[in-house]
């Protein structure tokens, strides 16, 4: 039954993902995500792109990098473009609002950069990550490694703070710093959480989504529902 329910899942990814690619058009610069339903969405995009739609990207990882390469989409160096038209990106947990957890894979801080860059960021995810109100799922912190023991006493105050490994060895990400994921419980107040997180010193990026996602494709049993962030009337 657990072998089932995860091709289920994996299936949800694939029809998620491949709602959100259904978004890109001739020309435009797409940001690609990272992760397992990440990785749905860039080989999707690869098949447009073999199909004859043009398009460049960026993309948030090495292992992106390598796979959207690998499928003939040309990745471009974030650090020259600075901007995209859409960014297409998984989720640990999302909510109704369009708030979102990031960073199981460790490349939040990337993520949230292009993200906030974007025209428009979309979000994919299966059924299983949708949520009432976030908090199931630890909020990945990258720290300066100069400040981890003291960004760690800070977190500990208000989380149960775990140091990601990878193997035995200390994680690090894309950017050689390390990770702590903290567990919070129930996050009422997102907004304020994330906020006072990007207040302590050390502290490079977290992953708190509040205001960057614009909108989520979330397929649950095969069936895709689409939420839309509320245009501001101002």
Aim: a negative charge; glycine letters at 12%; proline letters at 3%.
């Amino acid at each position: 039954m657990g072998a089932d329910t995860n091709t289920d899942r994996d299936t949800d990814k694939r029809l998620a993902a491949e709602a959100a690619a259904a978004e890109v058009r001739d020309g435009m610069l797409v940001g690609l995500g990272t992760g397992s339903t990440a990785a749905h969405a860039i080989r999707a995009i690869g098949r447009l792109a073999a199909q004859g739609l043009k398009l460049d990207a960026v993309a948030t990882s090495r292992a992106s990098t390598g796979l959207a390469a690998g499928l003939g989409i040309r990745v471009l160096d974030f650090a020259v473009v600075g901007r995209c038209d859409l960014c297409i990106d998984g989720a640990d947990e999302i909510d109704g609002d369009l708030c979102a957890i990031k960073g199981a894979g460790g490349a939040m801080l990337r993520e949230k950069v292009v993200a906030a860059s974007a025209d428009r960021m979309v979000v994919i995810a299966d059924g299983s990550k949708r949520v009432e109100r976030l908090g199931g799922a630890p909020v990945p912190i990258e720290v300066l490694p100069f400040a981890l023991g003291s960004v760690t006493r800070r977190l500990a105050e208000i989380a149960r703070v775990v140091s990601r490994v990878d193997g035995e060895a200390p994680y690090r990400t894309d950017n050689g710093n390390p990770v702590l994921d903290c567990f919070f419980g129930r996050l009422d107040t997102p907004e304020e959480t994330a906020s006072w997180l990007q207040s302590v010193p050390g502290v490079l990026g977290h992953g708190l989504f509040v205001r960057e996602i614009h909108a989520a494709y979330v397929a649950d049993q095969g069936v895709v529902t689409t939420l839309e962030r509320a245009r501001s009337s101002d």
